[in-house]
């Protein structure tokens, strides 16, 4: 992770300071690979070091942050949050097919089952850091920001447990012990939706009044910003006005988005869709994470790529997001005026889908995709063939093609994973203005700067829609714009429509080839696809229950 260069040293001290066996044996040994928490507090550079560190986590499974620890989110690692929703599914399982079918349980959590143990033990490292900052000598001005920084951190620590579980314990400024009294009700008392995002939203205002507008210097890269506080804040707030939710209001959240469009700070990258994904400093980016070529994870193109490329499939998009691509007239291609042909079913598609997806016949590395039966090499006969896609397609999402696939391990992988940008803000302004006020002239003006694009150019919405036909433009808009950017499986839950979406079955492409001609087949490429009720929230790990002896409420359901 890009962002100071003493990281490797501090990882060891963010576990020191959370467990017991840190401390000195009977035999009085003075460990030497980790720092004290006395050696933090004595010295300001290692303390802010340690407050860099927050901005990452500890692995916790198997295949999560392999080699370099996991940040907020799990991209780069193997399945993508991608592959638990309608835009694709993993090609291996890596323990996503069952969140797909509607299996989670308490005691099976597959990829899900993290959220809980990380946030929380984020947010102790944090409120151990806040504990204790004033007894570290340093300039008021360093500290201000250091404390900003912290409680962006627990902030978004606490949008991950909101979002997945709903009302969670609010444990405020406290640092938990081990020996700490489990008979204490505070531990585990679960605090209502609203007065978790009332916290969260009043952590971010504290926090963007002492961050930076700008980072200032690559030191500083991939840090928290006033920008990255309030975009943070209006995401928490479009939430919390969302049907799920329904405990907020939707023009807050329309204000909250605006402020930071106000800030004059963020613009639409135009250097093409593609490109934005892989370059780390365009004036869209407003939080990221950012990688270094020598901190080794699992590369992108090598997780993602054709079998016949010898990469190892990993996350395939599903036909169920390839049908929604509009044609770049901006008609769905269920529209028999739209030009859509099934016998050329990706000509003349929204360029966005070029940038996202690849296809039987994409142009890919100076060659073709070759998906196609019999004989093509990115299908089931072709080499590497247990890594061939199961619904026809391959992600070309965020792939940079000057990186190599094949032994990637020291020289690629320096793309950064964006978690927020301004699309997603300009994004959140139109969906709560519509809702506050209906179509607007500033809800146009947001949805068609992100059509217009460079390199996008899809042509504006049309003039008169009504507040329903614009709220459905706005979330197609949403899908195909941030598709792979962990929003959908909030999304389609914030908006109570996954008894819907996530009850159809996950399709893909058969693609068979006689002579010149293809022959394109929708097909079932994950059997099984199920969604209930109560899988709107994550359940609580079993684990999580029984150390509370109990006391910890399960979400309903489960």
Known sequence: MKIQTRLSILTAAATCLLMTACKKDYLDITPTDRLSDASILADSSLFQDYVINRYMGVRLTEKEGEGSPPGFGRGFEYAMWSSVTDESIYNNDDNTWLIQRGQLAPENTG???????????????????????????????????????????????????????????????????????????????????????????????DAAQKLPLDNGSDWALGRATKGAAMALKARLLLYAASPLYNVGSWSDAAAAAKAVMDLGKYSLYQGGYDQLFLNQDNPEIIFERLYTINARHVCLEIANAPNGYDGWGGNVPLQNLVDDYEMDNGKSIEDPTSGYDSAQPYLNRDPRFYATILYNEAPYRSSTVESYLPLGKDSKDGPS??????????????????????????????????????????????????????????????????????????????????????????????RIELAFEEHRFYDVRRWKIADVTENVPAYGITVTKTGNTYKYTKMIALDGRQFSEKNYWLPIPRAEIQASNNQLQQNPGY
Do not use: H
Request: aromatic share 12%; with cysteine.
């Open 111 to 205: 990829i899900a089952g993290t959220f809980w143990g990380r946030s929380y033990r984020s947010i102790r490292e944090c409120n151990w850091a806040l504990q204790n900052i004033q007894q570290v000598a340093m300039s008021d001005e360093r500290r201000n920001r250091l404390i900003g920084e912290l409680e962006f951190i627990r902030a978004f620590r606490y949008q991950d447990l909101i979002r997945n579980y709903g009302g969670v314990v609010l444990v405020g400024d406290r640092v938990t012990e081990i020996a700490d009294d489990l008979t204490d009700p505070a531990l585990f008392t679960r605090s209502s939706l609203k007065d978790c995002i009332d916290y969260a939203v009043s952590q971010l205002d």
């Open 385 to 478: 063939n247990w890594n061939t896609s199961k619904t026809g397609y391959y992600l070309k999402k965020f792939m940079n093609d000057n990186y190599p696939i094949d032994n990637p391990w020291s020289v690629a992988g320096n793309q950064p994973w964006i978690y927020i940008r301004y699309a997603e803000v300009l994004l959140n302004y139109a969906e709560a203005q519509n809702e506050a006020v209906g179509p607007d002239a500033t809800v146009y003006a947001a949805i068609n700067s992100i059509r217009a694009r460079s390199s996008v150019g899809m042509p504006p919405l049309p003039n008169g829609m009504s507040q329903a036909a614009m709220r459905e433009a706005i979330r197609k808009e949403r």
